[in-house]
Nanobody, 125 residues
Framework: QVQLVESGGGLVQAGGSLRLSCAAS????????VGWFRQAPGKEREFVSA????????IYSDSVKGRFTISRNNAKTIVYLQMNSLKPEDTAIYYC??????????????????WGQGTQVTVSS
C-alpha cells in the first residue's frame, strides 16, 4: 500500500485561503488517481475533489466547485488542494487517498484503498 502524508492545514478566517499537500512517502503518485475527502465532527466522510492519474481529468463536489482547485506538481510526486474563499462549513479533517494504479478518477470513498492520517482545517467566522 501507498503511504500518504498530508500537510498544509491550519486555522484561517472566513474568506481566506489554504493549500493542502498530499505526498507519497518514498514514492510517486504518477500512477494513481488521488482524491481529497473531508470529515467534520459528527458527520460522515465526504468527497471534496479528485484528479486522474494522467491529471487530464478533475472532479469536484458541488460545495467546493469554483473555490477549490486540485492539481499535481510537474514531477507528479505531490497533489495539491488549493482552497480559496473558505467558509466555516469547510472546517473538517481533510484526507487524501489513492486507489489502485491507473484506476479511473472517482468520488466514491470505497474505491480508494490507501488513506493519509489527515490534516485539520479550521475556518473561523
Amino acid at each position: 500500500q501507498v503511504q500518504l502524508v498530508e500537510s498544509g492545514g491550519g486555522l484561517v478566517q472566513a474568506g481566506g485561503s489554504l493549500r493542502l499537500s498530499c505526498a507519497a512517502s518514498g514514492g510517486s503518485l504518477s500512477s494513481y488517481a488521488v482524491g481529497w475527502f473531508r470529515q467534520a465532527p459528527g458527520k460522515e466522510r465526504e468527497f471534496v475533489s479528485a484528479v486522474g492519474w494522467s491529471a487530464g481529468r478533475t472532479i469536484y463536489s458541488d460545495s467546493v466547485k469554483g473555490r477549490f482547485t486540485i492539481s499535481r506538481n510537474n514531477a507528479k510526486t505531490i497533489v495539491y488542494l488549493q482552497m480559496n474563499s473558505l467558509k466555516p462549513e469547510d472546517t473538517a479533517i481533510y484526507y487524501c487517498a489513492v486507489g489502485r494504479p491507473f484506476a479511473a478518477v472517482t468520488p466514491t470513498p470505497s474505491d480508494f484503498e490507501s488513506w493519509g492520517q489527515g490534516t485539520q482545517v479550521t475556518v473561523s467566522s
